[in-house]
Every structure is written in C-alpha cells, then in structure tokens.
C-alpha cells in the first residue's frame, strides 16, 4: 500500500498557490460585476425626467394620444439617496403617486418637481400618473423604478 507523503514545502507551495488562485478570483469577480463609474456611496443620485407625450391618428382620423414618463424605467439602488427631478413638457399637470410609498406630488407643465426617496426595498415601484389612467384619459402614464 502506497501512501501520499507531503513535504512541509509542498504544502507552503499549494497553500500559496491556492492563496494566489482565490485572491484572483475575487479580483475578477469584482472588476466584471462593478458598474464603470465608481460613485460615492453617501452621494445623492439623480435622475432626470420629463413628461413627454405620445400621439397619432387612427384610420377614422381620431386623434389618440398618451402621456408618458420619461425615461419609463429606472434602476436605482436599495437605501441610496435617490433624487427625481421630473420636469413638466407635455400636459397640463400629473397629480402623482409612487406605489408602496407615501410620496405623492404633482407636476406641472414648465415647472420642475423634485422628489426625494430612499428605496430600503427591493422590488419594482410604479409611479402612476392620478390624471391619466385609462386610455381614454390619454394614458395609463405608468413609470417604473426598479429598486435592486
Ligand atoms: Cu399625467
């Protein structure tokens, strides 16, 4: 019967080895999965929205349209100071509400609404426009902010 005999040196060798092998790993790891802009944590980060407008005709030559938030979607980060500056363009005013939240707020046409938030769950919260709902309100003015 033959048995594995290891030196002391062999063992230091495969000790750093493996060392060597988890510390670039780790490395790796966090270089891919970083985002390209390395921001402070306790920053506040802002998004920029405005409120557009979608419109066309049908076949019949009825005009339909819908309000919209632009961009639709955002993707923030849980318990990161998150500032939304939502700038009025198209509407008169969006009475507003941010599911799951008490924030509620109103934008109006050529003014600026700032809200800010903090997110401390995950999950994806819609921003909903009280005015237009339906299509028939020129809607559903949903936004999206996905908290990750
Ligand atoms: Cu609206």
Avoid at 15 to 29: C, D, K
Avoid at 42 to 48: G, I, K, L, S
Avoid at 55 to 83: L, N
Wanted: aromatic residues 10%; glycine residues 8%.
């Amino acid at each position: 019967m033959k048995f594995l005999v290891l030196k002391k040196s062999s063992l230091i060798v495969i000790f750093f080895t493996l060392l060597i092998i988890s510390l670039g790993s780790i490395w790796a790891y966090k270089s891919n999965s970083y985002p390209t802009v390395s921001m402070d944590p306790a920053d506040v980060q802002t998004f920029e929205l405005v409120t557009g407008e979608f419109k066309s005709k049908t076949d019949d030559g009825k005009e339909i349209e819908s309000y919209r938030w632009d961009p639709g979607t955002i993707v923030v980060e849980k318990d990161k100071r998150i500032q939304l500056r939502i700038h009025g363009v198209n509407g008169k005013a969006h009475p507003f509400h941010i599911e799951g939240t008490n924030i509620k707020g109103t934008v109006e046409k050529g003014k600026e609404t700032v809200v800010d938030v903090t997110f401390s769950k995950e999950g994806t919260y819609r921003i909903v426009c009280e005015a237009h709902t339906t299509m028939e309100q020129s809607g559903p003015m949903i936004g999206y902010i996905i908290v990750d």
